[in-house]
């Protein structure tokens, strides 16, 4: 109730405040209420968006057709058990190392917002996610519109637009809002259907019974290889006579992939059952070639679409000719209790105008809408697809799909936004080049964006002119690459390094083995050949065109750089050490700046001042920030075996008596350079 108070309270501050603005600059619009930005669904990607909006202080509002946020939870996985790491423990403090193993927070700035504090479970219960969405968008006080199905969204031109139009959503009620910028985060909703001779026969996972006293006894034929199929297997396998998997292609295992959208352990119980010969079993054909038909006694029998073609339409479904009768070592010649189908899910493009443009109508198009790198569609300027819709961009190579993945694209496009609206140029953290190497291990063993999203959010740094310094991006869409300084306000003029993540080439897939001896590689001199997830830095002396992105070599996630190097692949995923990790990376960057990035003691710098030209860096910056040379018995040394200074310690020997201090010196003297050293010291400051 507490809750309910404080989002009424907002929504009593925010909304007239929102009207107002609407009327002021259209007047003729009064009756339609204004948005900056629109925010379709309060799920997790749409939360996500709703949180940094809110921080930012911007105009926004999320509509919801429910009555709560996460509603999709509420009803999916069909048997609770979400397939997302709750990883609790990792024996580090760093907040931001342990999200790289918590796959359902999203980023706040609430430590209260963690989802550990709503599990204890390793994989949780999908009702603990439906708790944490709402409890995320209470606390946050975020502005959403409950029970608010938006039932048609169409384009308004207008030269004051942002974009050159508004977005026009109309709700179950007819009420219409008017939004500058449109970010749907709606999800994959639509259930994925094949269309052959008897579908309308078969359940579908997501009206199926769970109960599994529903299946005792009985032959059961599940079409889909995907988790939402062997979960339904997994939760009747105990009581079923047998289960039957049927797919148009071969199982796909996460273990093997590195997708995590690929089938978990949690769910491949029939797997065992299958290959271990206790009647469970997987099989591939193209559904569109099959038909189903059903006996006198409600069973099914699986025969092939040609022979049901060629049936006279008055047989009954006893004389149509099944593969059997053909072949009788056909596979599917039992007759099966139940079909269900189990196929995936796609995107609901029914409530977009064609105006939008919002799918190329392809293949690929029919589940996800068509994006760009930016998830800004390819038909409407100031439209973004965020959340599992997203997934396109990344698929079957990344996280985008999933919370672990997304709340940091969600990220990404919150700060194009920010840039092309409101002029808020990309973070970056500025660093004197001393700190470079330093600042990159940091980020590699540390961020849990840069190794969710691998090979899709990249780190970037911008070196300033002489490489004296640097300014850090983190997190760029990788691919936008040619446009950083178009999307961030930020200038790439003196070079750049780009920090990615990356398997080896030919690590996985469902045909090789993953496990193959000798698949670790542990010499710095063989990096390259990395197969596990590792870091990849690319040099470009200038920041790549739209060619070089376009035109860049088969399998390389970007164009090719005037220098590359792996940092070698590590078993605890803890690049840190110095011989192995460190020392070849900081040898890189020298190489590529032509200057020495090491941290020197003030003897080692003395010295070079007096034999060197150029200073490293770490010296430079010493003198240059007038911190001078502290004080040291072997400088003091240095001085005196130059002649440089006089030795007043033996000098001390010899006036016991004398009433001035051994080593004293006059007011303008230096604690370690003579007068004239000094001066000429200064004098070549600049060239230092």
């Known amino acids: 109730m507490a809750g309910e108070t404080r989002l009424a309270a907002a929504a009593t501050l925010w909304a007239p405040l929102g009207l107002l603005l609407t009327l002021a600059p259209h007047p003729a619009r009064g009756a339609r209420p204004h948005r900056d930005y629109c925010v379709l669904g309060a799920g997790p990607a749409g939360l996500q968006m709703a949180s940094f909006l809110q921080r930012a202080g ?39 190392f342990n999200l790289r193993h918590d796959w359902n927070s999203l980023l706040s700035h609430d430590p209260r917002l963690l989802f550990r504090h709503y599990s204890r479970a390793y994989f949780p219960d999908a009702g603990d996610m439906v708790r944490y969405l709402r409890d995320f968008a209470d606390l946050l006080g975020l502005h959403v519109l409950y029970n608010t199905t938006i039932a048609h969204v169409t384009l308004d031109k207008d030269s004051r637009a942002w974009n050159g139009h508004y977005f026009i959503l109309t709700d179950q009620k007819g009420q219409a809002y008017q939004c500058s910028v449109l970010l749907v985060a709606t999800g994959l909703s639509v259930p994925n259907q094949v269309d052959f001779p008897g579908s309308e026969l078969v359940e579908g996972y997501e009206s199926v019974s769970t109960d599994p006293e529903d299946f005792v006894g009985q032959n059961v034929l599940i079409l889909g290889h995907g988790n939402s199929a062997f979960e339904t297997a ?20 996460s273990w093997a992939t590195h997708y995590v959208g690929d089938v978990r352990a949690i769910n491949n119980g029939l797997l065992d059952t299958y290959q271990l010969k206790s009647l469970d079993g997987l099989l591939e054909s193209d ?16 025969t092939l679409k040609f022979f049901l073609e060629e049936a006279n339409a008055s047989q009954s479904a006893d004389s149509i000719t099944l593969p059997q009768d053909d072949n009788d070592n056909f596979a599917m010649r039992v007759a099966y209790d139940r079909v269900i189908r189990c196929l995936g899910w796609k995107f609901d493009f029914s409530i977009f105008n064609q105006s939008l443009r919002l799918s190329s109508g392809s293949e690929f198009g029919k589940k996800y809408p068509l994006i760009r790198a930016s998830y800004e569609s390819k038909g409407s300027r100031g439209l973004f697809i965020l959340g599992t819709a997203s997934h396109s961009v990344d698929y079957r190579k990344s996280a985008g799909g999933f919370i672990h993945g997304f709340r940091y694209t969600v990220r990404a496009v919150h700060r194009l936004l920010e840039h092309r609206h409101h002029s808020v140029a990309w973070p970056s953290t500025k660093y004197p080049i001393t700190q470079l190497t330093s600042s990159i291990i940091r980020r590699v063993n540390e961020a849990s964006g840069l190794y969710q999203m691998f090979g899709v959010l990249a780190d970037i740094i911008l070196l300033n002119e002489n490489a004296t310094a640097f300014e850090y991006l983190e997190e760029f869409p990788v691919q936008m690459l040619a446009q950083l300084e178009t999307l961030t306000g930020r200038k790439a003029q003196h070079g750049l390094f780009v920090i990615n993540m990356e398997y080896g ?54 164009p090719r750089p005037a220098a590359i190097h792996h940092v070698v692949e590590d078993f605890l995923t803890d690049w840190t050490a110095p011989v192995g990790h460190i020392l070849p990376l900081r040898r890189f960057l020298e190489n590529c700046l032509n200057t020495d990035l090491r941290s020197f003691y003030a003897e080692s710098c003395f010295v070079f001042s007096l034999t060197r030209q150029k200073l490293p860096p770490f010296c430079q910056l010493g003198y240059l920030s007038m911190q001078g040379l502290a004080s040291t018995e ?9 002649r440089l200074l006089r030795d007043y310690a033996a000098m001390g020997q010899h006036r016991e008596g004398s009433s001035q201090p051994p080593g004293s010196r006059g007011p303008n003297s230096h604690p370690l350079v003579p007068g004239p050293l000094v001066q000429s010291l200064d004098s070549n400051k600049e060239e230092l």
């Open 287 to 302: 559904l569109t070639d099959l038909a189903f038909v059903k006996d006198r006694q409600g069973k099914f029998h699986i």
């Open 234 to 253: 997994e939760n009747i396998l105990g009581v079923t006579n047998f289960v039957h998997m049927l797919s148009r292609s071969r199982v796909r295992l």
């Open 634 to 642: 072997g400088l003091r040394q240095h001085g005196v075996d130059s």
């Open 505 to 558: 080439k030919n690590f996985s897939g469902p045909d090789k083995d993953v496990f193959f001896y000798d698949r670790s590689v542990g010499h710095t001199e063989d990096a390259w050949q990395s197969n596990f997830l590792h870091p990849v830095l690319y040099y470009y002396r200038h920041l790549p065109t739209e060619q070089d992105v376009r035109f860049r070599p088969a399998h390389w996630p970007l």
């Open 58 to 96: 911007r105009d926004y509002a999320v509509f919801e057709r429910a009555p709560a946020p996460g509603s999709f939870f509420t009803r999916y996985p069909r048997h609770r058990k979400l397939i997302s790491i709750n990883k609790r423990f990792t024996g580090k403090a760093n907040a931001e």
